[in-house]
């Protein structure tokens, strides 16, 4: 079955550096767009970032762009979030979903995201 992991969270100081990973397993289609989410102590989820099948195409929500990169391997199966100049208001547990249905749309409309990992907690602390 489709199981996606993340892993890779921990606390990290301020403007520090982590890099979180979503092993993926169980896709009968290689055609799927990735994305990463987070969700703080009482606040929504919210979208953060997104790569397409082929990683050509990404796409990033304005409070991370240009701090957060997001990369993908799939010789490995594997998404990654590379988070630099990491502040206190990234603190939150990170989530990884799959997008299939809609493939083609390589965007962070997050009711079509399909399967989900079970989150890894990120700490921004001194």
């Known amino acids: 079955q489709v199981q996606l992991v993340e892993s890779g969270g921990g606390l990290v100081q301020p403007g520090g550096s982590l890099r979180l990973s979503c092993a993926l397993s169980?896709?009968?289609?290689?055609?799927?767009?990735v994305g990463w989410f987070r969700q703080a102590p009482g606040k929504e989820r919210e979208g953060l970032s997104c790569?397409?099948?082929?990683?050509?195409?990404?796409d990033y929500v304005d409070s991370v762009k240009g701090r957060f990169t997001i990369s993908r391997d799939n010789a490995e199966n594997t998404v990654y979030l590379h988070m630099n100049s990491v502040r206190p208001e990234d603190t939150a547990v990170y989530y990884c979903?799959?997008?299939?249905?809609?493939?083609?749309?390589?965007?962070?409309?997050?009711?079509?995201?399909?399967?989900w990992g079970q989150g890894t907690q990120v700490t921004v602390s001194s």
């Open positions: 979903a799959t997008k299939l249905k809609t493939w083609w749309n390589v965007d962070l409309v997050m009711h079509e995201y399909d399967y």
């Open positions: 790569i397409s099948s082929s990683g050509g195409t990404t």
């Open positions: 169980g896709f009968t289609s290689k055609y799927y767009v």
